[in-house]
């Protein structure tokens, strides 16, 4: 049997999920059908879904069946979930992280780093984090580079000031993040019980703000999940991978009540990765907050809106996939999504 290459492999895997997933029944509009004027006219996000237990192969054919590559040539910066050591979907996994890697590098992005901040001030340590997820190792066996936000120096932060924004005084962010030219997002599927409601993508941004400013953040209980959105304008990353393998249906961030999603997503709007995520917390079954409110009700969705910062509404959003099982459940998150 002739061998191939594993950046050979990611190209035919490509062409071939993706006529598998026209071929299934469901229709896969979007990057895969339309010329690049419908699609800005259309202005639809267009987000994966790979039903699977499997972190590497969802992973993998989740990015794939986008049919893009943001990163060729770039210098990319990959933002996790380390809010903490705690097991996925506590922090983003290890398998997770790895996988995104190697896909990034078959897709030849000329360097990759990986950046992050934990936890809340004078309670986690952002370098003990990644040392107990073994992020160094990882990070010398694949050749990338790591930086802890917590020791950059003053001059490496830039401060935000979004125009109507509910901070107060703005906020710092990461130069090195601001400064890449590619960012990449892997979020966890979770609910927040510290005032966020739920953690996936937009969340996931808080990890970017300098820990002095996040006793503002805690403090402002009605604004928080607003101020949460309007980290968002900072930046915008050119693909989000949501590991929704492990869920936290309740509880969170950290520790929660525990169910099997089975499910990658991917795609680069933050509205609609987040209002697919609730959706499917709506499926699993959630706390009363999550299963009672709108998808683009939510503080975190409907401020998000106001910014710019994704698709409008649910109609908008169009979900791909490879295989049956996938297809199926697809057009079940649709419904919910749909329904609201």
């Known amino acids: 049997m002739a ?5 050979e492999f990611f190209g035919k895997s490509a062409l ?40 590497k192969s969802g992973v993998r054919r989740a990015i794939e069946l986008l049919r893009i590559n943001p990163v060729k040539g770039k210098k990319v910066m990959i933002k996790p979930n380390f809010n903490s050591a705690d097991p996925a979907p506590g922090s983003t996994h290890n398998d997770t992280l790895e996988e995104i890697i190697k896909s990034l590098q078959d897709m030849e992005a000329s360097s990759i780093t990986i950046g992050e901040r934990s936890g809340f001030a004078g309670f986690l340590n952002t370098g003990k984090i990644m040392a107990q997820k073994g992020i160094p190792e990882l990070a ?50 979770k609910t927040h019980r510290v005032g966020g409601h739920f953690s996936i993508s937009l969340k996931n941004s808080v990890g970017i703000v300098k820990t002095s ?57 933050r509205v609609a990765i987040d209002a697919a995520g609730i959706a499917i917390l709506k499926e699993l079954g959630s706390n009363k907050r999550i299963m009672s409110m709108k998808i683009f009700e939510h503080d975190q969705i409907a401020r998000a809106v106001e910014l710019g910062l994704g698709v409008p509404s649910p109609d908008r959003i169009e979900i791909v996939t490879g295989d049956e099982e996938s297809k199926s459940y697809a057009e079940k998150i649709t419904s919910i999504l749909l329904q609201g």
């Open 16 to 55: 071939g999920l993706i006529a598998l997933s026209g071929a299934g029944g469901m229709n896969s509009i979007g990057w895969g059908s339309e010329s690049k004027e419908d699609q800005v006219n259309d202005k639809k996000a267009v987000i994966s879904l790979v039903k699977t237990g499997d972190r």
């Open 213 to 269: 400013f996040m006793s503002e953040l805690h403090s402002s209980l009605l604004s928080m999940r607003k101020m949460i959105a309007e980290i968002n304008t900072a930046y915008s990353p050119c693909l989000i991978v949501l590991d929704g393998v492990d869920v936290f249906t309740d509880g969170g961030p950290e520790t929660g009540e525990l169910k099997k999603g089975n499910v990658v997503l991917a795609g680069n709007d």
């Open 140 to 189: 010398k066996r694949f050749g990338v580079e790591v930086i802890n936000f917590d020791t950059l120096k003053k001059e490496e932060w830039k401060r935000i000031q979004p125009k109507g924004s509910h901070w107060i005084r703005g906020f710092d962010v990461p130069r090195p993040l601001l400064e890449s030219e590619a960012v990449v997002s892997t979020c966890c599927l």
């Open 3 to 7: 061998m191939i290459s594993r950046r």
